[in-house]
């Protein structure tokens, strides 16, 4: 039997199609028929990841030592009454507020996060009473999906369109979506953008993936992007070059921004982005050829000292050009948007991380998961010691492994749900089978834009259930999940009650409505119909409001790492980045499967040719990485790469995965503590480090 669906493993949103035998998903390929049919070593690894022999099949009950991994097989409902009753001790010992949930990318796109976290209804953390509903919100595109795009044009990206098809030059900044991307769909249209004679510019530290398609390679050191960013609009500004008439009528704070840049010399912002002076004048000469440009740009930007401010610059370069809502630019997909409304701090019950990232809670709802060490170890801001974690790994995909093992050691209540035996699930009290996409319900977004809800191709593996079923039998017992579905047919209910009414056109397939360009000049962008931006003050916030009024400096000011005396020390004369995607591997998940070990047999580190012959390093030797934070020892891949820079992806770390990746942990060299001041997101693109030449063979390391 094949069956044709959307495979839904991530937010791809690919046509494949499932052969299933006696009951087994034995096949998954590309549906050739349809525009989304494509198909990613994830989703052609289903069989792999399914039948697994790690794959957890019922409940466990910690037996050993916390961290130990010794379990006994549980019933279900032993399980969901010890989580329960573990629940209850940690929160009539310490207060409601001491539990906390946390949902990761693990679980899938599954829509279990409208029980962990919800924002119409109360989710299950605050059914309980506790403000502590994290998401994976904390550490992925918020920033710059939301809070960069809002406190600028007053849109978020999902409204910015890149019009690749029409552009004459496209410039790909702190993304790879050559090795990033699964479904490889930017990377298609680039090609064929280069293939009509668009030029591709690439400004990024690594040169391997997209920059070897490049006609002009930028090397940036990582986390020095908005130094960058400001001398191109530092050059603009002074030639004026850039569009008067936008700026004059349509921006807000440009005067103030300008007498920054005076502050700051052509000589320095070359110094910290480790770009000649001379290739930021091509860069900014090519930039203003013409206006079709677009940026191909996601969380690559976000994770350095002064994220939000630097991707804050690059917007306002697009739009000071005239590249903002023109054919070729940047499109802004939408119509008359409401200005946005910051949600209102609570007073009471709040959230951990809310106190030091205020402006974070106004943008999300909620509090900075990074700060939740804090909470277990040093009882700041309160004490919590109760985690429910679905479908995530903090430990290998948060900086500072070491902390997160001692966070878990000290919890006395943690109920891990996943597919996999995890790092995390090691240290749990309970662990709780969950299934895949292919096994259960999932609402799906297809090719004409309607969300429809697809059925399951297979039965639950072993005694596996769907993440929801999960918390709901545990919410259940704690007697606050009399709404929430207790079976399958229930679960369908639920969640066909909560696809939204289909809001476009049967007849057309969901086609766009033609394009009309410059609607900020026609009153087409803003709620009130009047000419400008959905923004406070109606304008493109060079300056923003929304950071002015919660004492952020309004512009955008470059804050380089280096400027940290204790970070800036001559023994670590290079810089590592990492926390990139990969294509293989959704975070931690699916390094354990034999076919993207094959596929990714190291957490490589990249290292430029120079450097590599300056340090004595060949292509395959193992090198000792040592950060102010950690030493790791990693194989060498000598590659294109900025100068003094190297890149370690994430992932290593888990007692489960191959031996390579097992050793292979780069957040043990990564620290918690040096975030953006307006997200709380952590600084791993930009770690001061050393590398020298290891002895260390593969063998010893064991
Ligand atoms: S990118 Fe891969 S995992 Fe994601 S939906 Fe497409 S095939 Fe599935």
Redesign the pocket.
Known sequence: MVVNRV????Q???Q?NVTVEDGKIVKVEPDKDSPKG???I??ALTPQLLYSEDRLTYPLIREGKRGEGRFRRATWDEAYEYAAELIRKTMDKYGERAMASYQGRGVLGMPVGRILSNNQKPCLMKRLGSPNDFNAASICNMASSTVTPVTTSGLNTRMMVQDIPNSDYIFSWGKNPVTDD??QMAIKSIKAAKERGAKLVVIDPRKNGIGEMADLWVPVIPGADGALALAMLKLIIDSERYDKEFVRDYTRGFEDFKTYLGTLSMEQLSKWCGVSEEMIAQVTDIFCSTEKISLVAYTGLEYQLSAIQNNRAIFTLWAITGKLDVEGGIYLNCQNVPTFSPKELPTENKPIGLDEFPLFYKFIGGGQFCRFPRAVLEDDPYAVRGLILAGGSPVLTFPDSKKWREVYEKLECFIVSDRYPTEDSRYADVVFPACTVFETYKPVMGADGKITLIEPVIEPVGESRDDVLILSGIAKKLGVGDDYPGSEEELKEWLCQMIPPYAGDFATGGKQAPRVYQKYKTGGLRADGQPGFPTPSGKFEICSVLLEENGFTPYPEYRDIRSIPELNRPEFPFTMTTGARSMHRMGVFGANLPGVAKAEPYPYMDLDPEDAEELGIKDGDWAKVTTPFGTGTFKTRVCGMARHCIHIPHGGGSEYMPEAWRIGNVNELTSLDYNDPITGFVTMKSVPCRVEKSEMTMEKSI
Do not use: H, Q, Y
């Open positions: 495979c839904g493993m991530c791809g949103g690919c494949v494509r198909l990613c994830r989703g699964g479904p």
